[in-house]
């Protein structure tokens, strides 16, 4: 399973920065959206995939009981949806300045200005 999250991984990486390097902004967009999805998949996956119980300490006892889930990961899984939420959130927001500013969506168009 976890090599098919890794090729899921780098396709994902792949379609992000491919999509980042269009002259469209709204491409530009959703490159984001797919680079903070594949980092936030990355981490899954690097964390391991085992089916475990939630890591909760049973009263008397001094550490949890079997296997545990890892909640590291899901910490970080967690900041990196919000810190990522928050890039993207303005980034809308300075590209739909500079969308009303220049009125194009070409980057290359958006050079210029001089208007």
Known sequence: MESLMAIVVGILYATALYMMLRRSIIKLVIG???LSNAAN???FTAGGMTPAAPP???EGMLQPEGLVADPLTQAL???AIVISFGV???AVVLIH???E???QDDMDMMKDTDR
Do not use: S
Request: no cysteine.
């Open 32 to 34: 984001l959206i797919l």
């Open 88 to 90: 993207l959130a303005f």
């Open 56 to 58: 909760l300490v049973p």
């Open 97 to 99: 300045r500079a969308y």
């Open 41 to 43: 998949l990355l981490i």
């Open 101 to 103: 500013v220049v009125k």
């Open 77 to 79: 899984i967690l900041t």
